[in-house]
């Protein structure tokens, strides 16, 4: 952003969302009565490719120790890289909260001119939101969400409860037509409420097929060892089951390999978030994993699309809307051998 712009003055409108074309240009389309006035066109510009104001965006993610991690940080980083009036300053990355913290505060301290925040935990870092907010810099918040909307202009993240929901009728679908179905769930960290929410998806959409019965849960840690170890507990005390819901394509991984180990291919396995060993396994279709359900690390890409829009005070193309929205849900599509070359290109390592 230009030194001879007055930076507050400039950022009012991104923050609390009032529009650049002032309020007269809202009005002409809504006060007419007249038979046959169209409403007035929306003429604030939306965001696109073509090069427009420089902005600066400071990037500040957790480390990236998570196959699904470090998918944030490789999408953000080759998004920005799409725009040449883009610079982006993004942060080592840190599980640590006061590091984090205090990384956020250095790209406060060089003035980003938006910045982008997933948290490593979401209420730890609110203060830290709210401090870059009153400095007028705008937040896009990222998945894990602040405690409160003023730490953040816009939020945008994944489904959880969404993800357990599709998994749910996947495999209610898939067993619809068998009598006294069982099925399993190998689920994530069960203190994150991301797990939980998952959880009640899959549960409540089980509630559609009476004719199926969950009998076992065992949660991991969202890592191949802990994926393993547990999937090897669930194999050994449950000797016959239809399906597994897997939350995680990571700890899946291990999954596989219990499930390998133990000559077991008596049942389908969903997975969760979109790993590219789940979508070629999918698509190689000689084993038990028949589908993932989408946790897309597109969504950094998106949040720098965001970012970007904001400081150059445009819009979205293909809404109305003077501004970006306060909060964008990502939808959790399910992928499976009908859809899977669509999605590779996405699928992380």
């Not at 799409?82 to 250095?106: P, R």
């Not at 409420?193 to 199926?212: C, H, M, S, V, W």
């Not at 819901?245 to 979109?274: C, K, P, S, T």
């Not at 005070?313 to 809307?321: D, H, L, P, R």
Request: hydrophobic letters at 40%; proline letters at 3%; charged letters at 20%.
């Amino acid at each position: 952003m230009p030194e001879t712009m007055d930076r507050f003055t400039s950022r009012r409108g991104l923050l609390f969302g009032t529009a650049a074309v002032g309020a007269g240009a809202l009005l002409a389309g809504c006060t007419s009565n007249e038979s046959g006035d169209e409403p007035a066109a929306n003429d604030q510009p939306a965001a696109d490719d073509k090069p427009g104001r420089q902005v600066t965006i400071g990037f500040a993610g957790p480390q990236a120790d998570h196959g699904w991690l470090n998918a944030i940080n490789d999408n953000a980083k080759s998004r920005a890289k799409k725009y040449s009036d883009v610079t982006l300053e993004i942060t080592e990355g840190s599980n640590d909260t006061a590091a984090q913290i205090g990384q956020i505060e250095t790209l406060i301290n060089k003035k980003v001119d938006v910045l982008v925040v997933l948290p490593a935990d979401g209420k730890a870092l609110t203060q830290v939101g709210l401090k870059a907010m009153r400095a007028g810099i705008p937040v896009i918040n990222l998945d894990r969400i602040f405690n409160t909307p003023q730490a953040y202009r816009c939020w945008i993240g994944g489904d959880n409860y969404g993800m357990g929901l599709n998994a749910g009728h996947y495999i209610g679908e898939k067993l619809k037509g068998k009598s006294n179905a069982t099925v399993i769930e190998l689920a994530g960290l069960d203190n994150l409420e991301l797990t939980k929410q998952r959880t009640e998806g899959f549960d409540d959409a089980l509630k559609n097929y009476p004719n199926i019965k969950k009998v076992a849960r065992q949660a991991a840690e969202f890592t191949v060892e802990s994926g393993q170890a547990k999937m090897a507990q669930l194999l050994q005390a449950q000797s016959k089951f239809d399906a597994l819901w897997n939350h995680d394509d990571d700890q899946g991984v291990g999954a596989l390999r219990a499930i390998e180990q133990a000559g077991r291919d008596d049942f389908l396995m969903v997975g969760g978030a979109g790993a590219l060993s789940a979508f070629q396994a999918i698509k190689q279709d000689d084993g038990v994993l028949k589908a993932t359900v989408l946790y897309p690390p597109t969504m950094a890409a998106s949040a720098i699309d965001l970012a970007r829009a904001l400081g150059q005070g445009k819009g979205i193309g293909g809404m109305a809307e003077y501004e970006i929205p306060a909060s964008i849900t990502l939808y959790s599509a399910v992928v499976d051998k009908t859809n899977v070359d669509q999605y590779m290109s996405t699928g992380f390592k």
